[in-house]
């Protein structure tokens, strides 16, 4: 997924920050051009990847790196 893979760039290098909170959906969704469900699903990925956890209410923070899992 194109917008996962942008997000974790910006993770990677720095323009998100450890802890950081991430934009919130329709922020996403207006600049990349897409449904608040493909947001949603780029999220899903992130997570996957041991990038960020959401916390319901709250919006979806940076795992700082010594923090994440490997990915298996």
Known sequence: MQA???????I?????APDARLPGELE???EFG???E???EA???LRE???VETVKGKGS???PPEERMPNP
């Open 61 to 63: 923070f940076v795992i």
């Open 28 to 30: 996403f969704a207006a």
């Open 43 to 45: 999220i899903r990925v």
């Open 4 to 10: 996962a893979d942008v997000i974790a760039g910006r």
């Open 49 to 51: 990847r041991g990038l």
């Open 38 to 40: 493909s947001v949603r």
């Open 12 to 16: 990677s290098d720095g323009t998100y």
């Open 34 to 36: 897409c449904s608040r």
